[in-house]
């Protein structure tokens, strides 16, 4: 791999053109734009931009880091410094689909542990490593996730960070079979699956045209099973006021 | 004391923030505005901003993040006409192991967090609020970003909010997998773009937080309740849970309970009311231990049944409140293994920063490891407390101090359990030796 050194006189900022082969094109940079322009101050945009980054190469390249670099008028290594701290972005090209198993204690007490082993030994890969060629259809990078907070669904698993509730061995060796095969299967809650770069351009804050997805499920029964009990029992929150008073203006000291 | 509910006539659950979570599309803006969504608003800004401070201190609201800290106070801090630009951030980067309840509410009824938003940006006089969520929560970040722009649209964000002069831009900011992003300061330094690790306290975000401006940073459930307050006053919010710990409070039930789910009740209500409205234990198995707020709040069991789970009840029996995140273990879970997965999570998220909190969380993951795998001796768990204690109040974070929760709560009650493992290891040493004694015997 060739590491571009920024050279003096190199114009720098979102006004310099992209370099000649750069994968980004004139859509990511306008979406980059965009991004700075969403903040008080650039910098803040920074991690929008390396999901950014994720969407076009599906993980986070020396040419992704300068891309950020450029757009923030920051030092390649300023950037690399964060995109190395956040476990999300990936320094190796990910699969069509990335499988997140919780085996955090509680998911791993109730057999995220055993599944998270049964994908390992069916895939053949390890934490963060791919099985088939990385962006191919039906690649699947695996990897154990810490608390994915859904713990009242555990064991839980993500499939490009949608949920798949209530997991078993067999359930989640199913399903990445599927995946493997090409197919698409429903989360419990969460959008119809694309692939894990479309997953990353949403994260980046692009929704354009996918209206629907809001429309998809996000409650469990277990979600509501404390309001659902309520409901059947008649037990309510007391009754607010008909015009509850405002404190008087406090006065000042 | 005042017990929880009985004799109040408190029902025991309350659905104040989980009311509309029934309703058809409970997360769209219609359904939000027939059930008397943003008419809190309307009120708040008719009224002075420090009313609204006022109001939030008189309800008693205290932080639903973890650290209770009274939210009425900690807008009170801001410092006004001090010429600075003002900022609202929302601590959406619910990651603590156990914890589902924000999550599910900014699914179900995002509007709630918005109207909310608004509100107290409008009485600490911030016209840019963030909320900063965590990444691996796509859907929950696809309904907020829908519930802002349908916000926008209808006028409640954006210039001249409802003809009132206010303005507020409010972004939905993902972040990128680092649990230590859930502590305030860790958390702003990642959404000024860098890593995420904690900054020396003071300055406080009132002064100096994002962008060295005055800054609140509150969690979800707490901004959720403000409408509610707005609407119904701070007696009203005050008729549910006790003095010091008011309100209702949704608790989260996990594991191995024959019901796991969101239960909204009133602060101070225990785990056997919990348990008995999730069913009681799965198949009947006994209950061994269970966190009354997440991994970083030390370990309860089965005689802490009758504790109130408020932030004064759960802190007098030695734990803490957390995040209500009830994780309930029966007896087939060991202890030691509970007490090393967490740590081995600890490790993974410690952000690096400080000693203490990097090396100990180390240290203390290899030698729970170790026992577990049936090598450990006696002084590994005089090495695991006195490491314990060096991370305990010499972290730069709370991160430090949560990872030893497990660790000296699970051997203040569960000690034998060590020291059986230390004992399987001595008499399967003994064995090995004695095969080998024997094997040179002839």
Known sequence: ?253 | MSEPTPGTGVAPLTPVLTRRWLSPRSWSLRTYEQLEGYSALRRALGAHPDQLIQLIKDSGLRGRGGAGFPTGMKWGFIPQGDGKPHYLVINADEGEPGTCKDIPLMMADPHSLIEGVIITAYAIRANFAAIYVRGEVLHCIRRLNAAVRDAREAGYLGKDILGSGFDLDVVVHAGAGAYICGEETALLDSLEGRRGQPRLKPPFPATAGLYASPTVVNNVETIASVPYIVNGGSDWFRTMGRDRSPGPKIYSISGHVERPGQYEAPMGTTLRQLLELAGGMKDGVPLKFWTPGGSSTPLFTSEHLDVPLDFEGASEAGSMLGTTAVQVFNETVSVPWAVMKWTEFYKHESCGKCTPCREGTYWLAQTLQRMVRGEGTESDIDTLLDVCDNILGRSFCALGDGAVSPITSGIKYFKHEFLELCEKNRTGKADRSADAALAGAH
């Open chain 1, 1 to 253: 791999m060739t590491i571009q050194h920024d050279k003096p006189g190199t114009p720098q900022g979102p006004s310099g053109p992209e370099p000649t082969g750069s994968p980004f094109d004139e859509l990511t940079d306008e979406r980059a734009r965009q991004l700075v322009a969403r903040y008080p101050v650039a910098r803040s945009a920074l991690l929008p931009l390396l999901h950014l980054v994720q969407s076009v190469e599906g993980h986070v390249s020396q040419a992704g880091i300068e891309f950020c670099a450029r757009h923030l008028d920051l030092s390649a290594a300023e950037v690399s410094a964060v995109a190395t701290f956040y476990t999300m972005y990936k320094r190796k090209p990910c699969g069509e689909h990335l499988v997140s198993v919780c085996t955090n204690t509680l998911c791993a007490a109730l057999g995220g542990d055993d599944i998270y082993a049964r994908l390992r030994g069916e895939l053949g890969v390890g934490h963060e490593e791919t099985a088939g060629e990385p962006g191919t259809p039906g690649s699947v990078t695996l990897e154990h996730a810490e608390c994915l907070a859904a713990c009242d669904l555990g064991p839980v698993l993500q499939v490009n960070y949608e949920y798949f509730d209530n997991q078993t061995p067999d359930s989640a060796s199913e399903l990445v079979s599927r995946l493997r095969a090409g197919e698409r299967p429903e989360p419990t809650r969460g959008a119809p699956l694309t692939d894990f770069r479309q997953a990353e351009l949403q994260l980046a804050g692009f929704f354009e045209g996918r209206d629907s997805d809001v429309e998809a499920p996000s409650t469990a029964p277990e979600t509501v099973r404390g309001a659902r009990i309520a409901a059947e029992k008649g037990w309510t929150a007391p009754a607010m006021p008909d015009e509850a008073e405002l404190p008087p203006v406090p006065e000042k000291k």
